[in-house]
């Protein structure tokens, strides 16, 4: 029986052991009243509706899929029902502005509910998920008249937002998009132009849609820097035209792979009536606060479904009953054949998703913890330490954990076997469905270049430098032998990257190419860093309180020393092509193959 | 435009120029007529039944599925057509004993036909995918009788045949399987038990469906060493009760995440009558003649869809303008954005697939030239080593193969970003469709146990080293100074190999349960070992031809490049692994996770 059940434990452990989260967030003024008790009882309640509520949903999403009737998108049975719960619970006003209605609790917190959110309703949970974003982007760059008109209905949940960034032609290269929004004499722009990919760009949820709209003014440079952004909702709010639709429409739904219950919409815009946000011209930085905000819960979404993968591959290993393990136990001699979860290859394929999902989830809440600082740390210097770390993170936690992700869905399919590959079972919807991931809120590919080149090589390695320089100063401080050898894995590692980093961008002045070739290993090298370093504490942690529960903490330890003798020898690869690319670059040069791809 | 172009000069490449496939067959009695000319010839005309007839029919199969109705499967529009077209022309024949009707020309031909088969509609290609498997095995171990009453029919394919070998509680390990043979009094059995996931169980293409079934004898022992095979044929083909049905039926189809094309039936055999094929209690040896050409054809099929999606995203590479290319030609710098195959990203992906299907296809077809030597070379002892050759070799081709034919269709899917995630653009239905190749005819991981358990531990060795042997030997031969690094590299590995070999060997006397951690790992290396090798060779015999034809081979020296540059690295995670888990059987011992897995 597929079934999702809040990891509350593991959760408690990488926020409240490893990170002390409560007392960490207690030092923020506006967090003074946090404490761990309070943390755990949102986190309950955020498993309960996520578990109860969302989780039953997801396989029939999956299986009803969203209709387009007369230009109105209907969604599957109960997604309306579950978003309204949603709603009057508070949830998304979670981490907002008290100003707005918000309760203005942390995004650590916040965190924790997409994690289960995405756990057990990827598709149900791309409506809300562009909430948060589209509140971040117009509380920072809007007028006060937008703020007062938009932000309450978008905190409180009673509309959705959408992001319509994606035109046929302009994908992953916004500057070639061609959307345009003329101006009107009342300040307001009429806005002409289709968007295809947009999720939620219809539905029947909220009577209400906030659509922030990539177009381009008459005056507008080409390129990337003649974009603005503005907000064009379904229905105006106010004015002579309150209740009135705009002039917009989803003209056609897409059939996919996965995610068949979030709409994916094309969108076509037509003398519709938007408003700036934001400087004109300058849409895309606006639009990045949302999408930096998209790429954090892309990546927990990623731990998160690979959670629900690992729990339900695991029950069905702990049941299913075939051939005789190498290491049965004498108890079971007389037994024709074992339960899988004891053959090696199997405990591999676990083991390997175990490690990723808790690792993974030390990452996006050690990420998350650095954004409520970033916005709440009383010192300026820390807020933008605090930043610009989070920065450096952001790629690395799209990319690897959605990486992971669709992995450890994959491997949770190898391990039912052929019974994982038919529909019944659950499993293969988490396949489809975390596919996307590695694809949307820009490809991994194009993660692993903003990586290398805008947050690495750009300040010639300070930040990651920084960084570093705080691995290695605690793996200086370790006076616990028992870790030695993780201890010396994650020295040799940290001497690596920063070797191959001041070598690649080195050689980068005299092979430009070079870094836009390693960028992909260079980033799964520094996920590894940061993740050795992580698994390092998390086993000195479980070390400590050992004695609290031995059976708990030792399992975490194990986890951690699988990590280190199974996953981390993939830095050996990593580091070897890396070095490959540099030792060519030097001698014949990188090779552009292109033409050598088009011959036949 | 989705589209399949047959590599026909790609396959020339591995065929002709680096085998000499004409001159090697031409050396066997049966095969003197064989020359390059035929050979080009019929591979044309597969190429053009599979690119004209098959692949049209490919995304109608997944859209459209197989019904059951009234206990009889209707498979798609068109696939019954194109079925008898492929036995009009003589395909199901080809590999066959011109005794019993077959053509009598070589594997290798047929490998050819079933790369391009699967490449263009791996659903239908399942059809006819195990005649040659049952052929092969009623050809070996059956009565003069049912040869002559069946292996016309199969030959011909007028016929279609099955595998029925799962049951629900009985899929990996077969020994569990429950189903009864009770012998009657006419040398004939009545069959009773249901059978699960069997492909083509039912359908509408040909009017009678050979089964060969597993099952148990009345006194037959437990477990695996208590299975008979047995013919159970749909349709009474002679006898009294000619022309009648025999008692089995399809009671249910399985919904999957792909080849939908294919009815994945679950069987009821109901006091169904069947004749015993080969020795009562010997039925898994039997099966395992048409499990080890299934294997063979499995991998093979990872190659050719792998091509499709390389040849698919390379086109969508071309067409799609996104972004500016760090490595622009001068010609466009008033561009606003180039086509992504400039992208050093996509060209990664490209090549990878590029590599892996390359080398996949030098695989598969030096495999298929050891099967026809070891049916038909004239010396006995030749026979057996290429026979063993090629057992060494064939769990290797099914998982690495179908492993690196999923990450291929994945790497596609990428390459078309949002595009590739949506239903109409093609792709990914073979990300779907491939996904089970990891899984079907002995999942991945039980391939490497294969591997290294009875392939290469139970002889200690032996084989393996004789073919490293083989690859030194002609490392040892090379004076190319240009492939000095690549010699270098494969020499490496092939000690690695031999050392990892031995001391896994050794430490698995003391630590049975080592090897069976590292079987992935060891597979994999040993893939890599053959694969750098037949590089190397692809490589030499690229510059010896450059003359004619720069472009082309040119293509082919720089693809073995990035091979060596890019994908061979993966060695270094492979060989640490295995020694991280070897110092560990040595100092704590290898952690049983079984515990650990399940603790919350």
Known sequence: MFAYRPPLKDIQFVLADMFQAASVLQHYPEFAEIDQDLMQQVIEEAGRYASEILFPLNAV???????????????????????????????????????????????????????????????????????????????????????????????????????CLTEPHAGSDLGLLRTKAIPNDDGSYRITGTKIFISGGDQDITENIVHLVLARLPDAPAGSKGISLFVVPKIFPEGERAGQRNSLICTGLEHKMGIHGSPTCTMQFDDATGWLVGEPHRGLAAMFVMMNSARLQVGIGGVGIAETAYQNSLAYANERIQSRAVNRPESRKNEPADPIVMHPAIQRLLMSQRAWVEGGRMLTYYSALLLDGAEHHPDPAQRKEMDEQLALLTPIIKAVMTDQGFAGASNAVQIYGGHGYVCETGIEQYMRDVRITMIYEGTNEIQAIDLLMRKILADKGHRLGQLLDTIDATLAANTDKAVSVAVTAVQKLTATLRDLTERVGQASLEHPVLPYHVASEMMRLTGHCILSWLWLKASQTATALRNNDPTFYDAKRHTADYYFTYILPETLQLAGVVETCLARAQTQGLQDFRGDLNVQ
């Open 61 to 163: 999403g999956d299986a009803e899929g969203c209709r387009l009737e007369n230009g109105q998108v209907k969604t599957p049975a109960g997604f309306a029902s579950a978003y309204h719960q949603f709603c009057e619970a508070g949830w998304p006003a979670l981490a907002c502005d008290p100003e707005y209605g918000g309760q203005g609790l942390p995004h650590t917190l916040n965190s924790v509910l997409y994690e289960m959110l995405n756990a057990t309703n990827l598709a149900w949970t791309m409506f809300p998920g562009l909430l948060h974003g589209a509140y971040s982007c117009i509380h920072r760059y809007a007028t006060d008249d937008i703020k007062r008109t938009y932000l309450p209905k978008i905190v409180s949940g009673e509309w959705l937002a959408t992001m």
